[in-house]
């Protein structure tokens, strides 16, 4: 009997590393879809809306960062779901990242 060199593939399944990239990427996926529902949304926007659409982009950046690296560290694991929208870029594309508050002025993001 001689042995071969694992291809990735051959490791991914041995370990089960995919299973926890996966995991890891599906994590990520379930909390972005959690922010962005309307109950959770509401509260970025009511920030927004009163001039404070910089600190409201500042904790959302934060999410950001969080789930880019979460889902680029279950790639490197051999995860390959597909990534759901992030939550801050689903609410850049809604124009919620304002200075000044869009209540007062009539703009009101989406």
Known sequence: MSLHELNQDEISQVTGAS???????????????????????????????????????????????????????????????PESQNHYEKESSEGYYVLLPTYLFGRNPK
Request: hydrophobic content about 45%; cysteine-free; glycine content about 18%.
């Open 19 to 81: 299973l926890v990239g996966n995991t890891l990427i599906g994590t990520v996926n379930v909390f972005n879809q959690v922010l962005n529902t309307k109950l959770i949304s509401s509260v970025g926007e009511v920030f927004s809306g009163v001039g404070l659409g910089l600190v409201h982009q500042v904790a959302d950046t934060t999410g950001l960062v969080a789930s880019k690296t979460l889902v680029g560290l279950g790639r490197l694991l051999g995860g390959d779901l």
